[in-house]
């Protein structure tokens, strides 16, 4: 639960880059356990959610911190 106008912040791998690449190496990093990608943009769809920031975090192409804002609409 967040209050309006409360601040989500995630700390995750996202999909970042050439789409075509992503897709061929996803189910390899899943065979090494290293998870899914998300795409943070499909995730907030359809939520109260707005992506206020996003900066790349660490070395890891598609780590990235996202603030997400919840809408008070």
């Known amino acids: ?3 309006p106008k409360g601040k ?3 700390l995750d791998q996202f999909k970042e880059g050439n789409p075509l690449i992503l897709t061929l190496i996803q189910p390899i990093k899943l065979l090494l356990g290293w998870g ?3 795409d943070i943009q499909e995730l907030t769809q359809n939520t109260p959610f707005k992506i206020k920031k996003k900066k790349r975090f660490g070395k ?3 780590t990235q911190l996202c603030v ?3 809408n008070t609409t």
């Open 1 to 3: 639960m967040l209050k």
């Open 8 to 10: 989500l912040v995630i």
């Open 36 to 38: 899914k990608e998300y």
């Open 60 to 62: 890891m192409e598609g």
């Open 68 to 70: 997400m804002e919840k």
